[in-house]
């Protein structure tokens, strides 16, 4: 036991073996009906499926962050992961690099890079250089990596590519940190900013002057580039060594995911990352089969809900949400001791953005509660609004993972 | 104000004399249908008295730890008191000594022990050597207090019974402490283990070293037993100095058990216990009237709601709860300004086990809200899922009492 006891000593001290556990991530589920008297996304699919699960478990709805925050990816996942995300901050570089399936050390600072396109006098005309061809991008920061690799005497510069406009920069040595600003100045007809470190610490303002000299000479090395002649970054940060999961949990951990960001973040906190072949839900249900076997709890992302409520497409984020529910009775077949089915956060396609709202949640196992089917005036079992008289109430996402073990049977009693 | 102004220094500040309060406590109250459209052991009883108070009252669910945290005994009662529990950590040593109205000092280190059946080699072979009687557990206790009592100059040794196989070992002298470790080996077929310390001081390595000494100075006092013939020690721990109950709330405090665990809790922070002939709940309430007038909160604990659980008595469980609704006009007649009948945790008989599944309350008052009364297709206003839909909503049990104390009148308004 540490000198103070936190809730993370709580669950090493309680978790034991049990039945295994999925988490089913719809990124972005949550969403808003688009006139008052309609039905959001969610209650508007037909997913016999879910329906069933939701009357036969417990529902509720999860707080990603605190009441009112809205929630960017990373955190959003880190508190499913059961991770206060207020309390533990990762830098948007770090999540890109571990993306990629980069393996960050100990001495190196990362950074989300976009490459950009600027006027002649350096102020930015594109943020994202016009989207740029993925094939663009690999061929830039290979020609980046082979001008700038070695330009410092006893630190290392990393470059490489993740899709379209976006790379990954790492700067690795001894003596690296700080608490470091972007250079995106956000808008277009601005320059780019310096980068500027806010520790007062010597590694700070140290880390700060390689990496100012690191985008002058990029710059140059782009300056005959047609689109993608300049670049900023931004999240600059290091691997913040967060606590592991599989250590704290006792389970073995594994993250099935089509997006760079949402391995990134399983691999941040030490999930393994299996790769599979195809996009859709199907292809990752494919992949939790062939690996049930070796893990305990498989954490499935699915992204395209998020990314048509991004659009404004609900009829897509509920067709979505339709593929979803017809691969559950293939989790089921495997015979999970319990399941969650949950967003990150919500993306109502009336609001086109990520939003605060809380996120409709199902647990379901032989052990949960069946709820009261509360429909709210809504036909919908498993909704936002059948969900907010749900048994497990409004609740911090960080709670999910000790209830789903709870359900599992993989948690001791607390005390005599 | 102390230097960090806490939860109890609000209480403090704001206690004030009012009605008295009621804290009816039926252990394992929540549960579980044995099917999923079927009814938990609440919805199934016939209580009218419980549901009129329900459905004048508020209704809610409390978490006892954490979501998804099955609580013990101890924990769980302290939750109800206020104290929260991850944070006021108690050994089972210290609650079983305290529940056989044994004065625990600050010198005294107290274990729960259990007289367990060896083989010649030392090896257990029964952990509860036969569950052998009250009777002899007070002979056996008698004859170690004889022949060990005395054998430490300057410490003395303290052996006193509970029941059936249990009884409560204290060592009594200066300079005792340390984060010491149990003996029992917890699965029969191994050897007992020793005492070890973990806490790395030298009150904790010389405690380890004389627990140790005693313990193998019973094994030869009991040698020739035919079934008792060893012991274990759990639980080994000093009395933490919890804040007190009446002191924090200004209230002379009172409770009412019948089982030695929940008497000890209710002592560890400060309750007075009134002893009274008889076990069931008419017995308890007859012992509620006897002394109305000399104290402010009254806690009442019914024990068998959680032993019909744990049996996975069904039957048993709904009937416990149909008795105590049976003395409800009782408490009523007495007109307490709130009355609160909730359980410490979950025992469904479908599980037969304490569970993490949150706790069925009822908070009634001439002050409260009355609760809208969703059935949700039971027809039971007080159960689970019908305090799911309650006024009070989903909370941690902690807050209990500064609720019932504000519905009885007894908190001034925070700030001007």
């Not at 103070?4 to 049990?18: A, I, P, Q, S």
């Not at 990752?284 to 305990?296: F, G, P, S, T, V």
């Not at 647990?363 to 919908?380: C, E, N």
Request: aromatic share 6%.
């Amino acid at each position: 036991m540490s000198a103070v006891f936190t809730e993370f000593d709580l669950m090493r001290d309680l978790n034991k073996t049990g039945g295994k556990i999925v988490l089913l991530v719809m990124d972005g589920l949550g969403g808003l009906p688009m006139t008052p008297d309609g039905k959001t996304e969610l209650e508007s699919a037909h997913k016999p499926n879910l329906d069933r699960l939701a009357a036969e478990g417990s529902t509720g709805l999860s707080i990603p962050i605190r009441m009112g925050i809205e929630p960017g990816s990373g955190p959003a996942h880190l508190s499913l992961f059961s991770y206060d995300p207020v309390k533990y901050q990762i830098g948007r570089g770090v999540l890109e690099a571990l993306g990629i399936g980069f393996e960050l050390g100990p001495n190196d600072i990362a950074a989300r890079g976009n490459f950009a396109t600027a006027a002649p006098d350096g102020t930015i005309t594109d943020r994202r250089a016009g989207r740029i061809s993925t094939d663009e991008c690999v061929r830039l920061a290979a020609k980046l990596q082979q001008a700038t690799g070695a330009m410092f005497d006893g630190y290392e510069v990393i470059v490489r590519p993740v899709k379209e406009h976006r790379f990954v920069f790492v700067l690795r040595g001894p003596g690296l940190g700080g608490d470091l600003t972007e250079t995106d100045p956000l808008v277009t007809g601005l320059p780019p900013l310096p980068v500027e470190d806010n520790s007062g610490t010597p590694e700070g303002a140290k880390t700060a002057r390689l990496i100012n000299e690191w985008v002058a000479q990029a710059r140059v090395v782009l300056a005959d580039e047609p689109k993608a002649n300049s670049l900023n970054l931004r999240g600059l940060a290091k691997d913040p060594g967060l606590p592991r999961f599989p250590e704290i949990y006792g389970m073995r951990a594994v993250a099935l995911a089509v997006y760079p960001m949402y391995k990134g973040v399983a691999r941040l906190v030490g999930m393994d990352v299996v790769n599979f072949e195809g996009e859709r839900p199907e292809h990752e249900i494919a992949a939790l089969e062939r690996c049930w076997n070796d893990y305990d709890s498989f954490f499935i992302h699915v992204k395209k809900t998020d990314s048509y409520g991004e659009d404004g497409n609900f009829e897509a984020k509920v067709h979505e949400i339709e593929a979803v529910d017809a691969v559950i009775p293939r989790i089921l077949a495997l015979q999970p001791g319990a399941l969650i089915v949950t967003g990150d956060h919500s993306t109502p396609a009336k609001l086109r953005s990520h939003s605060w709202h809380p996120v409709p949640t199902l647990l379901w196992s032989p052990t949960a509660m069946p709820d009261p089917v509360r429909l709210g005036g809504q036909d919908a079992a498993f909704g936002e609004r059948a969900c907010a008289g749900g048994y497990l109430g409004l609740f911090h996402a960080t709670n999910l993972i000790p209830l789903v073990m709870a359900h599992a049977g993989r948690l001791t009693r607390f005390g005599a």
